[in-house]
């Protein structure tokens, strides 16, 4: 079994940065990715970036430029770091962590991230 804590989150003004930062404990053999996602109000969930066990990254083109996303193998921890906030990034932003044999769907508990002037 996996847990996800998520920490970081709250309000900032429009143009400001965040650092999220998410632990992974548990049975994580087998990662395959450590992602971040986010959902606003009235909206689907939706990826933001994520990390692969290879070293690869991926970005969302709604955040790239903007978003940064990073992994710590040794913590087990992965990081977003969001520049140039703007009122569209309110949203609640999950942790996921992927892992086969067997396929798992893991989920962080979610924290609020408010663009606001």
């Known amino acids: 079994q996996v847990k996800l804590v998520e920490s970081g989150g709250g309000l900032v003004h429009p143009g400001g940065s965040l650092r999220l930062s998410c632990k992974a404990s548990?049975?994580?053999?087998?990662?395959?990715?450590m992602s971040w996602y986010r959902q606003a109000p009235g909206k689907q969930r939706e990826l933001v970036a994520g990390?692969?066990?290879?070293?690869?990254?991926t970005t969302s083109a709604s955040v790239k430029g903007r978003v940064t996303i990073s992994r710590d193998n040794v913590l087990n921890t992965v990081a977003l770091q969001m520049n140039n906030l703007n009122s569209n990034d309110t949203a609640v932003y999950y942790c996921?962590?992927?892992?086969?044999?067997?396929?798992?769907?893991?989920w962080g508990q979610g924290t609020q991230v408010t663009v606001s002037s």
């Open positions: 996921h962590l992927l892992t086969v044999r067997p396929v798992n769907n893991n």
């Open positions: 548990g049975t994580t053999n087998n990662t395959v990715v």
């Open positions: 990390f692969f066990s290879d070293g690869l990254t």
